[in-house]
């Protein structure tokens, strides 16, 4: 770390509570209150999004955190956030990975027409200043996206020390919580009724089928080759014709619009 990324004397005890108390969390329900608490004096904000997998291939997992009616990791409208993620993740290379802000409504329209009241569409809505900042694992290549937004505008001191020197408790903490209940059993759906009615209503192959199985659980084309024992070249060329087949642009579009036949067969 560089030196100036250290906290001032005068902060450092500041910032070694906040740290100690990151230490102690266990559940989703602590990171709320602790990053609700003090870390609001140094990180400002309403909303916390977590992202995580191949930003460059749209297969992203998601968490939330945040106190704001409906703003839930398993929410109605959560089908917005790898669009973006996409923009916030093309944000921070483009600041060379380094902490960036941005005004939400650069966005917005992103959210198209999510409004449901109380929806995480209609609180987002509500946003006005986004911080960007991400972690890299150089051993495994993987990618973390945080991105805290904020009805008001964030503070010089946010986007400096304060997010360099928290973010990775922030990571550590959310890294040794599970997955809520919610969200477990979102992912043991996954799409159990592909087989019965994607092929049907969109013409995929069986094989398209099976990889829009694995693409739907938020395995990467890599993975989804070592699982079907095909190579992640095959795999990519059967997303471009699930992608025509289908008339969408990428993975989350194919999820969400197979998702919805699939739930209403």
Request: net charge neutral; glycine share 6%.
């Amino acid at each position: 770390m560089h030196s100036s990324t250290l906290p001032v004397t005068k902060d450092f005890g500041q910032y070694l509570k906040l740290i100690e108390g990151a230490a102690a969390i266990q559940r989703h329900v602590d990171l709320l209150y602790w990053l609700q608490g003090d870390v609001q004096q140094c990180l400002p904000h309403a909303i916390l999004l977590s992202g995580w997998g191949n930003f460059q291939e749209g297969s992203v997992q998601h968490d939330i955190v945040s106190k704001l009616p409906g703003v839930r990791s398993y929410a109605p409208g959560t089908d917005v956030l790898p669009f973006l993620f996409e923009k916030f993740y093309d944000c921070w290379i483009c600041a060379l990975r380094n902490p960036c802000q941005m005004r939400f409504s650069s966005v917005e329209y992103l959210l198209g027409t999510t409004s449901l009241p109380n929806s995480l569409g209609h609180a987002l809505r509500g946003m006005r200043s986004v911080l960007i900042h991400g972690l890299r694992d150089e051993r495994s290549q993987n990618e973390c996206l945080y991105v805290m937004l904020s009805p008001h505008e964030l503070p010089a001191e946010a986007s400096g020390t304060a997010i360099r020197v928290l973010l990775p408790s922030i990571d550590a903490a959310l890294r040794k919580i599970p997955l809520l209940p919610q969200q477990q059993q979102q992912q043991k759906q996954s799409l159990k009724l592909l087989p019965q009615t994607s092929d049907e209503a969109f013409g995929l192959s069986h094989r398209e089928v099976q990889v829009m199985d694995w693409v739907a659980m938020g395995k990467t084309n890599s993975e989804i080759g070592c699982i079907l024992d095909i190579s992640a070249f095959t795999v990519k060329n059967h997303m471009q014709r699930i992608f025509q087949k289908l008339n969408v642009f990428n993975r989350a579009q194919a999820v969400s619009k197979i998702s919805q036949v699939a739930l209403h067969a």
